[in-house]
């Protein structure tokens, strides 16, 4: 017997005859005659195009150091209004960040649609407190800060968010998927409780402290941050109607000293209205010491040849130097640290002192004025860390508007870095479609 060759396997005959049989059989059909097919523009995948942009250049960037949201925003788990706020945020940030009006009005169509769904639900008596709900309404507040459509429809959307919260209570809020939403919210209830110069109920204890009752360990640092974040509207709203004003907070005249009239300064009000403010002093001062034992290399200034090549322009002469930093999350700590700083440190300029003792200090004049000037200079310095990485998408930008607003009350518009300011919200505007200073004019 005959042994096929070595390192080949032996042929085996193929069932050619039946297939060939069939081939021949087929009529004769010319390719004119047969059916053109589906015609597949961008709008057969446009969605999901936007919604993947959306998350990864947006909400992918948008933490608070708890565990990632990003399963909130699976267009797998979302239902109802949520679904719907989802397409109308994905498509007006893609629209914006590409220049395509069509997709920017195909999401405000999508917008309306999720307000009409959402006001049902809120008729709901169930329906009401679902989470779908709660990131529904999260949604369209974020869309109304994208889509540009102007303060008041943003304030009132966020208005709608805390209305919600508020109803629920701090205790349906002690779920890990619902405390985290909790607190992707509490960011946006503040900012437009101080827009507003308005306590919000965030301040309360239970709030402070119920939704992480039944894991405290899981309460991460900038959540602590966000803590004392939520006590300053309501300092600035006993501070506006005892004061008449809160203009002290953009005003880089250095006073004498804060108040030096008696009757001033034995104001119940007034000396319950510091030492509250000094509370928040002291607790922002201990974060800070607890955070750079934690991160002693969080804070690493550089020259800006350490950044990629980019179009902004870094006015090295005014900021002497950069900020870089291990992570994102690390910056934006440090941002928000900053942004209290400058505001808890003008409440403190502003009203009287009280009698020092064991556990309080009250800082000089000096001290809180230097302190207010360096806190604003320190977010300038963070910006090209922010915005010059691709890979920080629109989160850098997004994060940036609240603090480069107000150092924008601060400087003053016509000031060196005042304009350098505007020419970064600009550039912002340019490339993320953000127009920020139509959303927080308020401030």
């Known amino acids: 017997m005959k042994k096929p060759p070595r390192g080949r396997p032996p042929k085996k005959d193929l069932p050619l005859t039946k297939r060939s049989t069939n081939a021949k059989a087929r009529p004769n059909i010319s390719v004119k005659d047969l059916p053109l097919p ?59 960040a590409h220049h395509q009006q069509k997709i920017v009005e195909q999401g405000a169509d999508w917008y309306g649609k999720a307000l009409r769904k959402l006001r049902c639900n809120l008729d709901d008596g169930n329906a009401m407190w679902s989470s779908s709900v709660l990131l529904s ?25 805390e209305k919600l919260f508020e109803l629920r209570g701090p205790y349906r809020h002690q779920s890990v998927h619902d405390r985290h939403i909790f607190e992707a919210a509490r960011p946006i209830i503040v900012i437009k409780a101080i827009t507003d110069c308005q306590r919000t109920f965030l301040d309360q204890e239970d709030w402070l402290t119920l939704p992480w009752a039944l ?29 008449s004003n809160t203009s002290f907070l953009w005003d880089f005249t250095p006073p004498t000293s804060p108040s030096t009239d008696s009757a001033t300064e034995q104001d119940p009000e007034l000396v319950h209205l510091r030492q509250r403010t000094q509370e928040c002093y002291v607790k922002l001062q201990k974060w800070k010491k607890d955070w750079d034992e934690t991160y002693p290399s969080a804070v690493q200034p550089v020259n800006m040849s350490f950044f990629p090549p980019s179009e902004l322009k870094f006015p090295i002469e005014i900021f002497e130097y950069a900020i870089n930093f291990p992570n994102f999350l690390r910056a934006n700590e440090y941002q928000l640290y900053n942004t209290l700083t400058f505001f808890i440190s003008g409440l403190m300029l502003s009203v009287p002192s009280v009698p020092q003792d064991d556990q309080i200090t009250s800082p000089s ?5 230097g302190q207010r000037w360096e806190a604003a200079t320190n977010i300038c310095r963070a910006v090209p860390y922010d915005l010059m990485f691709e890979k920080h998408g629109c989160g850098g930008a997004y994060l940036l508007l609240f603090p480069l607003l107000t150092n924008l009350r601060l400087f003053g518009a016509d000031s060196p870095e005042g304009r350098w300011i505007r020419q970064v919200l600009e550039g912002i505007r340019n490339k993320w479609g953000l127009e920020g200073e139509r959303q927080y004019t308020a401030i």
């Not at 589906?38 to 936007?50: D, H, K, N, S, V």
């Not at 889509?147 to 009132?156: E, L, N, V």
């Not at 004049?365 to 004025?369: A, G």
Request: proline letters at 3%; hydrophobic letters at 45%.
């Open 215 to 243: 894991d405290p360990d899981q309460k991460s640092s900038m959540n602590q941050l966000i803590d004392i974040f939520c006590v300053i509207p309501g300092l600035l709203e006993t501070s506006k109607s005892l004061l």
């Open 365 to 369: 004049v000096s001290d809180l004025l």
């Open 137 to 161: 309404a999260i949604l369209l507040a974020r869309y109304e800060i994208v889509a540009s459509t102007g303060s008041a429809h943003w304030i009132k959307h966020a208005g709608g968010v």
């Open 38 to 96: 589906i015609e597949l523009g961008l709008e057969a995948f446009q969605q999901p195009i936007c919604v993947t942009f959306l998350v990864q250049n947006f909400l992918g960037h948008l933490d608070t150091g708890r565990k990632s949201l990003l399963p909130a925003w699976d267009m797998n788990t979302v239902s109802g209004a949520a679904t719907d706020s989802v397409h109308a945020l994905a498509l007006a940030f893609f629209g914006k």
